[in-house]
């Protein structure tokens, strides 16, 4: 998980300046082109993480939903096997 979180601020190679902008190209102080590696930007991690903790319990909720009403479908079917049962003598 920490590894989405890169932090954004970056130096320049050549000056060591702090490069506060993320789409530059060229350092603002020596012009030392700045080819920055790519790296998940801060808002799809923020996707990423809110999906997480958004799907992960749906997904939990989902699978407790289909758990009980597949306890229920048994019940009524046993139900319906008893009064099945009972009505041949
Ligand atoms: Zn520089």
């Known amino acids: 998980m920490g590894t ?3 932090k954004l601020e970056t130096k320049c190679p050549e000056c060591g300046t702090q490069l506060t902008d993320p789409e530059t190209k060229y350092c603002p102080e020596c012009g030392a082109p700045y080819l920055p590696e790519p790296q998940l930007s801060r808002g799809t ?4 993480i809110l999906a997480l903790i958004f799907v992960f319990p ?3 909720i989902g699978a407790l939903v289909a758990y009980y009403d597949l306890n229920k479908k048994k019940e009524a079917w046993r139900q319906e096997r008893l009064i099945n049962a009972v009505e041949r003598g």
């Open 4 to 6: 989405f979180i890169k």
């Open 45 to 48: 991690a923020i996707w990423i």
């Open 58 to 60: 749906i997904g939990v």
